[in-house]
């Protein structure tokens, strides 16, 4: 099936600093979403995105929908302890929605 | 709270048991799906309805998994005799429509012993 390549798999930051992580696929989506998942929770949605070349923030996070369409990309600005969880992309493809393996977060503090 | 809702949030059983779990969707949603989450991967998904009916149900594991949405609303996902394998975190989410935004809820973790 159609999957979402995320990158890098797990991080290690120091608190302050600034993340950057990404999603590839080999085909076209229409839509990008990122979310947030902390353990033993389900993921929550941190930014939805509708348009090739799209920015969008919410606080301290920003995405952006590449221009190909086949990759978007997620930024975290002066990291805090609380950024800690699994990140994952996720578009439509045929009737659902296909997730990536997800990026692991830890911020020292 | 008018978010997705899973029960029971935790499952633990013996091989060869049914299970069921329950979702109650947001309630404007019209899209309902389930979710399976293993270790270290992204949630895969299993089944999803329009209202009530079932438009994707190819992807469930094994015929021993099946999912109902009788009256639109509530969704049940049922597992029979289980196995070890089937270990995991079963997520439920909703959404209004099919390119949307998913909401997801706490999910429903299964051991089985």
């Known amino acids: 099936g159609q999957q979402l390549n995320q990158s890098p798999q797990s991080m290690f930051i120091q608190e302050g600093e600034d993340v950057s992580m990404n999603c590839t696929s080999s085909?076209?989506?229409?839509?990008w979403l990122w979310y947030k998942q902390d353990p033993g929770e389900g993921p929550v949605l941190l930014i939805a995105?509708?348009?090739?070349?799209e920015l969008t923030s919410n606080g301290r996070l920003t995405a952006q929908f590449g221009i190909t369409r086949k990759d978007s990309f997620l930024n975290i600005s002066a990291s805090i302890p609380s950024d800690v969880g699994i990140y994952f992309c996720?578009?439509?493809?045929?009737?659902?929605?296909?997730f990536g393996a997800g990026t692991r977060l830890t911020v020292k503090p | 709270d008018t978010g997705v809702s899973q029960d029971p949030r935790h499952k633990i059983t013996k091989r060869g048991q049914n299970v069921t779990f329950r979702c109650d969707p947001i309630?404007?949603?019209?899209?309902l799906y389930w979710y399976r989450q293993t270790l270290g991967q992204g949630p895969e998904f299993l089944t999803y309805?329009?209202?009530?009916?079932?438009?994707?149900k190819s992807r469930l594991l094994s015929d021993r998994f099946s999912a109902e949405r009788p009256k639109g609303s509530f969704s049940t996902l049922e597992i029979q005799r289980t196995e070890q394998g089937d270990s995991a975190m079963y997520l439920c989410?909703?959404?209004?429509?099919?390119?949307?935004?998913?909401?997801f809820g706490e999910g429903s973790r299964l051991t089985v012993l």
């Open positions: 996720a578009g439509p493809f045929n009737n659902d929605m296909r």
């Open positions: 989410a909703s959404s209004n429509y099919v390119s949307g935004e998913l909401f």
């Open positions: 995105l509708y348009k090739a070349g």
């Open positions: 085909s076209i989506f229409n839509t």
């Open positions: 309630s404007e949603h019209n899209r």
């Open positions: 309805f329009q209202n009530e009916a079932q438009l994707e």
